[in-house]
């Protein structure tokens, strides 16, 4: 009985270690964030001599750094853009083959590259309306055609933004249904709806947006499984063309011919509409 009782207990501490671990470090796992140097800044600023540096404070006072890249014929459609949890915002500018009549919005979440402040799920969608308000203001952009691009974690304020916006279209590449389903997926022993803080719903919102979207997913993602997706596909409200991209997971997706085409025709589509 003695040995019964202690391999409980030994049991019990790993299983509490783990769950600690898992739940009491939710915002280091989730917000992993992502650094500039200066001289990263600075080369930005010089090799792309379309590319307007942008500063935009919050209404707590925070600053948010990125960039705007602007077409080559103004005023242009705009894509805003939302990242992953590991990305920085310069990253995008070289990662994603953006049609050339259409600007870009580059910008960093809190803590990330040069934003200060601290992101969490409320002020990451404060500061994404905040960035499409400021897109519909800008003199350089045509403002009946702004599109919202979220990746990964970015697909849940991309998904806040169509629903409490009106965008052009949406574009959503290996979006969660939500992150408590997506934990609760991974770690089914552990009481995930019970602790988690940033529960990202985005099948929710997805279902009070009449935006077109474009959904992509790649068939060998295992961080957001094509199902996980598939829900918020399913919920959309306004019309939607869903991709699945063979071959690829979820940090290769970028690296497909495919992925940029699909990207390309679906804002060709937005704009002649």
Known sequence: MKII????????????????????????MLFIGADITEERV????????????????????EILHGWIQHAGTTPAPLLIYFGGNAEEASAGIEQYNIPEDWSVLFMNYRSYGKSSGAPEESTLFEDALLLYDYASSHEKVKDSSIAVMGRSMGT????????????????????????????SHRYPYLPISMFIRHPFEVSSMAAHSEAPLLGITASEDRVIPPDH??????????????????????NSLHQSGEFHEEIKIFLAQIESS
Request: aromatic share 10%; net charge negative; no cysteine.
């Open 5 to 28: 009782l202690l391999l409980i207990t030994a049991v019990s501490a790993v299983y509490l270690f783990h769950a600690w671990q898992i739940l009491g470090s939710q915002d280091n």
């Open 42 to 61: 600075e080369e930005v600023n010089s090799e792309w001599d379309n590319t307007e540096e942008l500063h935009l404070e919050t209404d707590d006072g």
């Open 156 to 183: 849940a304020p991309a998904a806040h933004t169509a629903s409490s916006r009106d965008p052009a279209g949406v574009v959503l590449i290996s979006p969660y249904d939500s992150r408590e389903a997506l934990q």
């Open 229 to 250: 997706s598939y829900v918020t596909f399913n919920s959309w409200k306004g019309e939607v063309h869903q991709v699945e991209i063979e071959g690829y997971d979820h």
